[in-house]
C-alpha cells in the first residue's frame, strides 16, 4: 500500500475525501473506539483494503496532527484481542506514524482479506452486531447490501474452483504417486512413512523448487532447496509458519474461560511456552513483541478442564505454591 501524502489547498484544507479505502479521524481514543476503528479496518479488509488517518480534523477537513501520544503508545496486543474475540478471522493490519510540518499523525493500514468475508461473532453494543458483515463503501462503514455479498461469495467460489482444478491439473502431470501434501499450518510434509520439516520463510512463501531427492545415511532425510531459498532444514529443527499460532493470550482466555493467571498456571503446569507446538513468539514491530498461541493449546486446556473440573483451581494452588518458594 502507497504511503500517504498530505495535500491542501489555499484555504488548508485537505484535497483527499474519505473513500472505500480511506478514512479520517481527528483524535485516537481507546474503550469502545477501538472496537469502532477495527469494524472499519474489517470493513476496508473484506472489499480492497485500506487505511485510517488520525490527526484530520472533523469538519473542515484540515490537518491538525494529534494532540496526545495516545497513538504512539498504542500496544498492537489491544487491537488483536479486538480483532480475535469479535471477528471469525484474523486481519493482516500495521500501525504507523508520520510527521507533516512539525505535526504528528497516526495511520492503520489493513490489507484485503485472503479469505472472505469476516464475520461479526460478537455484539458490542450498538458498534458490532453477531452474524454482521461488514463493508466499506464510499466515506462508510455498514453491514454489507447483497450486490457486494454475493460478489465476495462467487469470487470465493472461483477461487476454490480455480484452486482445485489448479491441484488436479498438477496431480495429473505427476502422478498421483509422487504427489505428497503439504501443511501449510505446521510446516509438515508427508513423504511416505517420513515427515519432511519446511523452514517457515519457505512455508509462507510457498514458493520453491525441489531439487535433487531424499538420501538415506547416517543422519536424516533432508530436502533440499533452491530458488529464492536455499539450504537444507534437518529434521531435529522444527520451525513453524506464523499462521499456526493465531491466537494472543487473550483469545486464549477468552475460549478457555480462563484469566490471565490461570493461563500462567498453565503455562507452568503443562510448560506451553517455549514448546513450539504450543507457543511462539511474533515481532509486531521493531521493538514490540507478542506472544502467539496455537489452537492445540486451546485443546490441551480444554481437554483437561473436561477431564477433571477441579483442575483449574488445583493448578492455580500449586502454581501459587511454587511461585512463593521462588
Not at 487505511?51 to 494532540?67: E, K, N, S
Not at 504507523?96 to 493500514?109: A, E, N, Q
Not at 501434501?181 to 519432511?196: K, R, Y
Request: net charge positive.
Amino acid at each position: 500500500m502507497e504511503d500517504f501524502e498530505i495535500a491542501v489547498n489555499p484555504k488548508g484544507h485537505l484535497t483527499k475525501r474519505e473513500s472505500f479505502d480511506l478514512e479520517f479521524k481527528q483524535s485516537f481514543h481507546y474503550g469502545d473506539s477501538l472496537h469502532t476503528y477495527v469494524r472499519s479496518l474489517v470493513g476496508m479488509a473484506n472489499n480492497r483494503g485500506g487505511r485510517i488517518v488520525f490527526g484530520i480534523q472533523d469538519h473542515p477537513r484540515v490537518p491538525i496532527g494529534l494532540t496526545n501520544d495516545k497513538f504512539d503508545k498504542l500496544d498492537p496486543t489491544k487491537l488483536n484481542a479486538v480483532i480475535l474475540e469479535y471477528f471469525s478471522s484474523d486481519i493482516s493490519y500495521s500501525i504507523d506514524s508520520f510527521d507533516w510540518k512539525g505535526k504528528s499523525f497516526g495511520i492503520l493500514s489493513v490489507k484485503e482479506a485472503r479469505v472472505k468475508p469476516i464475520i461479526c461473532r460478537k455484539g458490542q453494543g450498538k458498534i458490532l452486531r453477531p452474524g454482521a458483515i461488514y463493508y466499506r463503501y464510499r466515506g462508510e462503514t455498514k453491514e454489507i447490501m447483497y450486490p457486494e455479498l454475493s460478489a465476495i461469495l462467487d469470487n470465493e467460489r472461483e477461487k476454490e474452483k480455480r484452486l482445485w482444478m489448479d491441484h488436479i491439473q498438477k496431480i495429473g502431470s505427476v502422478g498421483p504417486s509422487q504427489v505428497h501434501i503439504l501443511d501449510t499450518a505446521t510446516g509438515e510434509m508427508d513423504v511416505g512413512p517420513s515427515t519432511v520439516l519446511i523452514d517457515s520463510s519457505v512455508v509462507d512463501k510457498l514458493k520453491f523448487i525441489r531439487e535433487g531427492h531424499f538420501v538415506e545415511s547416517d543422519a536424516a532425510p533432508a530436502l533440499k532447496l533452491v530458488g529464492d531459498v536455499s539450504g537444507v532444514l534437518e529434521a531435529d529443527r522444527v520451525i513453524y509458519a506464523e499462521s499456526a499460532y493465531p491466537y494472543t493470550a487473550t483469545h486464549v482466555q477468552a475460549e478457555c474461560g480462563i484469566n490471565n493467571y490461570e493461563l500462567q498456571a498453565f503455562d507452568w503446569k503443562y510448560k506451553i511456552k517455549g514448546n513450539v507446538k504450543y507457543h511462539t513468539i511474533v515481532s509486531t514491530g521493531r521493538t514490540s513483541k507478542i506472544n502467539k498461541y496455537s489452537k492445540a493449546t486451546i485443546d490441551l486446556i480444554r481437554n483437561e478442564v473436561r477431564k477433571n473440573p477441579d483442575i483449574v483451581a488445583k493448578i492455580k494452588k500449586a502454581y501459587s505454591r511454587s511461585r512463593k518458594k521462588g
